[in-house]
């Protein structure tokens, strides 16, 4: 398995993506009702997670 290898400016643009995308997923993408809300923000996160650790 390789290794990836972000410097730091391309880790500054992916937080950005992977931010944008979970605005738009936890606004606009969760189907909510009465008692419970379904939203697929938590993919972002794990993703940035994985990618973006120090």
Do not use: C, E, H, Q
Not at 26 to 32: A, D, G, N
């Amino acid at each position: 398995m390789t290794k990836l290898i972000l410097t730091k400016s391309k880790k500054i643009i992916l937080s950005a993506m992977l931010l944008s995308i979970l605005l738009v997923l936890s606004r606009f993408l969760s189907i909510k009702s009465s008692f419970l809300v379904i939203s697929f923000s938590f993919i972002p996160m794990m993703l940035a997670g994985i990618y973006l650790r120090t």
